[in-house]
């Protein structure tokens, strides 16, 4: 520590920042070490802070009058990955680890899907559409049309 880092925290907390922002931004701005000290005596703040940084905007359900945004969690990549495990020629490869993950959401019961869901929301969602909408495919297709030709 510096006169410099003393300095800087006397102006951080004449701010009055809620303590665990504090403790979310020490961990965004720690090394390994720190980062894996702090995650130890933080889970529960170290666990929310991942599904904030996954979701958009930061929102995450149960959070009190903040609607969620209307951004579709699924990308066009994540389209073209399902529509290729699905069979479509209009697919694209996955690499091996998108390829386990789809197999392990489709494999998953109702609560590690929902927790599969927490990290990897956009497979999850396009997974469910593909097997659950009528015109899953065709969703998937077009929103994997959103970033140039399929």
Known sequence: MSI???EVSQKISQSNPPYYALIMAAMRKADSDNTLL??????ELWNEMQKRYNAPGGVIEGDPGKPRP???VITPTIARHVLHYFGEID????GSFSQKLMEL???ADTENKSKLKDSFPGYVEAIR????EMDGTAELKEI???EGKL
């Not at 697919?91 to 996955?94: A, E, R, V, Y």
């Not at 559409?129 to 659950?132: D, T, V, Y």
């Open 4 to 6: 410099y880092d003393y």
């Open 38 to 43: 702090l995650r130890i005596a933080y889970p």
């Open 70 to 72: 209307a951004v579709s």
């Open 91 to 94: 697919g694209w490869t996955p």
């Open 105 to 107: 959401i489709i494999r």
């Open 129 to 132: 559409i593909s097997q659950e």
């Open 144 to 146: 994997a049309a959103h």
